[in-house]
C-alpha cells in the first residue's frame, strides 16, 4: 500500500521547500546571494505513483548578464583608480591663484615692473622672489607627483597580495564544489560564495571565468591562468630599473598585463600616465630655465663684467662628445662669442669659440676657453662641471657688446649654440627640471648680478627687454610658456571629466545590469511568502490525507476483527 509513503513524502518534500524559501527570506539582503526554488517531480516505484520527490533544488541565475557585470567591475575599478589620481595630480598643479601659471605670470609681471627702474638693486628682490616662489611651485609639483607615484608603487604588493589570497579562496572552493557535486549533492551556497569571490576579483584585475564539469569554473585574466580548478596561480610585483612596476607569476617569472581593474590602472598609472605628466612638467620647467638662463647669460649685471661662474650641470662624461654626455638641453652647432675686459683700462676683446657638440667634449671647450687672453676654465671632477675663472685684473661677459676700442663689432646672439644653459654657466636658475629647479645662489646673495642689460650704460634695460618678449615668444611646441602650462594643466583636467563622465555613465551600467539580474535571481519577499503558503497547504492536505487513510485502516481492521 502507497498510501502512507505518498502522505510522507508530501510533508518531506514540503518541509524541504519550506527550509529553502527561508533560506531565500532570510538572504534577501545578502549581497551576491541567488535565489533558489525546489523542484519537483513525481515519485514512480514499478509502474505505480509512489508521492513526490525534490528533483532539485533551482539556484537562479543569468550568465550572460554575470558576465557583464565582472566586466562592468573591471572597468568602474579602474575608472575610480584612474580618476582619483588624476584629480590629486590637477590638485597639485593649482591652476588658479597660488598655482604653477599665476607664480609664471608673477615672474613676468615682476620683470616688467623692473623694466622702468633697471638699476634699481632693491627692485630686484622682488623679481629674484618671484622667480624663487616659481621654482618653488614647480619643486612642489614635482614632488607631490613623485610621492604619489610612489605611493601607488608601494599599494601594488598589498593589492597583489589580496589578489592571490582571493584566487586561494575560489580554488579552494572550486574543490569544496567539486567533490559535493560528484556524490550527488548541491552546492548552490558554495557557488554564491565562490561568486562573490570571482566578483571581488574582477574589482582588481580584468577577469572572464570558464565553466567546467562539476561546478568548477576557472578565471582567466587576459590569457593568464589566475585560478585553473582547485589551483590557484600566484603573482608577485617589483619594480625595474626606471621604477615601473613588474607583475609576474610567481614561480615561472612570467610578466602579467592586467588591463583592468584597480590593480590594472594603478600599474597604468605608475609605468604610463605619472611618468607621462612628470616628464611634460618637467618639459616646461627645463624651458623655463633653457630659456631664462639663456637670457641671463648674455647679458650684464649693474656690476658689468664677471670675475667667475661656475656651471650647475653635472655631465655624464668631461671627455666624450657633448651630444653623447648628458646635456640637459640641447648643442647645436654654432658659435660661443665671449668678452674679456682689462678693469683697469677698460679695454674689451670679443673671441669667438666654434662649437660641434659631435666632436667636442668639455674638456675641449675647457681648452678653447683657457686659450683666450685673460680667462681660464677648468672642469671640475667628478661631478663633470665647468668653471670659468678670470685672471687677476680681468672680467668677462658674454654679452656680445662691440670691442672696446670699437672695432670688433657687436654680436646679437652670443652663444647660437646654447652651450650657456646646456652647461648651466652664469644662469638665472639651476637645475635641469621641476625637481630641482632653483634660483642661483649667488643672485640670491646678490641681486646685483641679475643681467637687466645688455650695453653697461647707466639705466639700461636692454635684457629686461628680451625677458619681457619671452612672456610672448612661442618656445614649446609652437606654444608660449603659459600656454604650454595652462594646456598642460587643461589636459589633466579634461582627463578629470574625461574619467569623471565615464565613471558616472558605468555606475548608471552597473545598477542597470545589477537590476537585470536581481530581476532573475533576486529574492522577492512577497513571491516567497506565497510560495510559503503553498508549501504550508501542502503539509496540511498531506496531513488530512494520512489522517484519513489511517482512519479507513482502523475501519478496516475492525471489521476484520
Not at 648680478?449 to 614649446?476: H, I, K, W, Y
Amino acid at each position: 500500500m502507497n498510501a502512507f509513503p505518498i502522505g510522507t513524502s508530501a510533508i518531506s518534500v514540503a518541509r524541504r521547500a519550506i527550509d529553502v524559501i527561508g533560506q531565500n527570506i532570510a538572504n534577501a539582503a545578502t549581497p551576491g546571494y541567488t535565489r533558489q526554488a525546489a523542484q519537483l517531480e513525481n515519485r514512480v516505484t514499478g509502474s505505480l505513483g509512489s508521492g513526490v520527490d525534490v528533483a532539485t533544488v533551482t539556484r537562479f541565475a543569468a550568465p550572460a548578464v554575470r558576465t557583464a557585470i565582472l566586466a562592468g567591475n573591471s572597468d568602474q575599478a579602474a575608472f575610480d583608480q584612474r580618476l582619483s589620481v588624476r584629480r590629486q595630480i590637477e590638485a597639485t598643479f593649482g591652476a588658479g591663484a597660488g598655482g604653477i601659471g599665476d607664480a609664471l605670470n608673477g615672474f613676468f609681471d615682476q620683470v616688467e615692473q623692473l623694466t622702468g627702474r633697471p638699476d634699481n638693486t632693491a627692485a630686484r628682490r622682488p623679481l629674484l622672489t618671484a622667480a624663487s616662489d616659481l621654482a618653488g611651485r614647480l619643486n612642489g609639483s614635482a614632488n607631490d607627483i613623485d610621492r604619489l607615484r610612489a605611493d601607488l608603487a608601494n599599494r601594488a604588493p598589498q593589492e597583489v597580495s589580496a589578489l592571490n589570497d582571493l584566487a586561494k579562496k575560489v580554488a579552494d572552493l572550486n574543490l569544496r564544489i567539486s567533490i559535493r557535486e560528484q556524490g550527488g549533492e548541491q552546492a548552490n551556497d558554495l557557488r554564491d560564495q565562490r561568486d562573490r569571490l570571482v566578483s571581488d576579483i574582477s574589482k582588481k584585475i580584468d577577469v572572464r571565468v570558464v565553466n567546467q564539469p562539476f561546478g568548477v569554473v576557472n578565471v582567466i585574466a587576459n590569457g593568464a591562468p589566475v585560478v585553473v580548478g582547485e589551483f590557484a596561480s600566484a603573482f608577485q610585483v617589483a619594480t625595474d630599473a626606471s621604477n615601473n612596476l613588474i607583475v609576474t607569476e610567481t614561480g615561472t617569472g612570467t610578466p602579467i598585463t592586467f588591463t583592468g581593474g584597480s590593480l590594472g590602472a594603478l600599474v597604468r598609472e605608475v609605468n604610463v600616465e605619472i611618468p607621462a605628466t612628470r616628464a611634460r612638467l618637467d618639459r616646461f620647467a627645463g624651458e623655463v630655465i633653457r630659456s631664462t638662463n639663456a637670457l641671463q647669460a648674455t647679458g650684464l649685471g649693474l656690476g658689468g663684467p664677471i670675475a667667475s661662474t661656475a656651471g650647475s650641470v653635472s655631465l655624464n662624461s668631461a671627455t666624450a662628445p657633448l651630444a653623447s654626455a648628458g646635456v640637459p638641453f640641447p648643442i647645436a652647432a654654432g658659435a660661443l662669442t665671449v668678452s674679456v675686459t682689462d678693469t683697469a683700462t677698460g679695454n674689451r676683446t670679443n673671441t669667438t669659440i666654434a662649437i660641434d657638440p659631435a666632436t667636442q667634449s668639455l674638456t675641449d671647450i675647457a681648452a678653447a676657453l683657457s686659450a683666450v687672453p685673460g680667462l681660464s676654465a677648468s672642469v671640475s671632477a667628478p661631478s663633470n662641471t665647468l668653471t670659468l675663472t678670470a685672471q687677476p685684473g680681468f672680467g668677462f661677459d658674454f654679452a656680445g657688446r662691440d670691442t672696446n676700442p670699437p672695432g670688433g663689432g657687436a654680436v646679437a646672439n652670443a652663444d647660437t649654440a646654447g652651450l650657456l644653459p646646456a652647461l648651466g654657466l652664469n644662469g638665472l636658475f639651476a637645475g635641469t627640471g621641476a625637481s630641482n629647479i632653483s634660483v642661483r645662489a649667488e643672485l640670491t646673495a646678490d641681486p646685483t648680478r641679475f643681467a637687466a642689460g645688455r650695453t653697461g650704460q647707466p639705466g639700461d634695460g636692454t635684457n629686461l627687454e628680451r625677458f619681457s618678449a619671452l612672456r610672448d615668444t612661442p618656445v614649446l611646441n609652437g606654444r608660449t610658456l603659459a600656454a604650454d602650462f595652462a594646456d598642460q594643466a587643461a589636459a589633466v583636467g579634461s582627463d578629470v571629466r574625461g574619467l569623471d563622465d565615464q565613471q558616472t555613465a558605468q555606475s548608471n551600467l552597473m545598477r542597470a545590469l545589477f537590476s537585470e539580474e536581481q530581476s532573475v535571481a533576486g529574492v522577492d519577499e512577497n513571491e516567497e511568502f506565497v510560495r510559503l503558503l503553498d508549501f504550508q497547504r501542502m503539509i496540511q492536505g498531506a496531513s488530512r490525507y494520512l489522517s484519513v487513510v489511517n482512519s479507513a485502516l482502523d475501519e478496516v481492521i475492525n471489521i476484520v476483527k
